[in-house]
């Protein structure tokens, strides 16, 4: 069992900054991708950025150059710094992990969600 736990969302004006972070705790062998995705109401769930395990980065359009993705394999977390915020990033926020568990008889690829943090951006 793998589980994800996010913290850091929040009310924040436009122009802000908010850093969401994620933390995986459980019967872990390893991570391969963590990522950050999001779902504003309405609207299909998008990925706003990955990082590997070898730190290569991936970012939405939307959020290049206002959001940094990092992690620390050592904790198996994952953080999302995010600047320069405007009302269009107001969503729900999940952490993702692509994970690997299980006793060494019975390894297994596990893809885990976070419950989601809500992120709102308004004056």
């Known amino acids: 069992q793998v589980q994800l736990v996010e913290s850091g969302g929040g009310l924040v004006q436009p122009g802000g900054s908010l850093t969401l972070s994620c933390a995986a705790s459980g019967s872990i062998v390893s991570i391969d991708a963590m990522a950050w995705y999001r779902q504003a109401p309405g609207k299909e769930r998008e990925l706003v950025a990955s990082?590997?395990?070898?730190?290569?980065?991936n970012s939405a359009d939307s959020v290049k150059g206002r959001f940094t993705i990092s992690r620390d394999n050592a904790k198996n977390t994952v953080n999302l710094q995010m600047n320069s915020l405007k009302p269009e990033d107001t969503a729900v926020y999940y952490c993702y992990a692509d994970t690997v568990t299980g006793p060494v008889w019975r390894r297994r690829r596990l893809e885990v969600w976070g419950q989601g943090t809500l992120v709102t951006v308004s004056s």
């Open positions: 990082i590997t395990n070898g730190g290569s980065t």
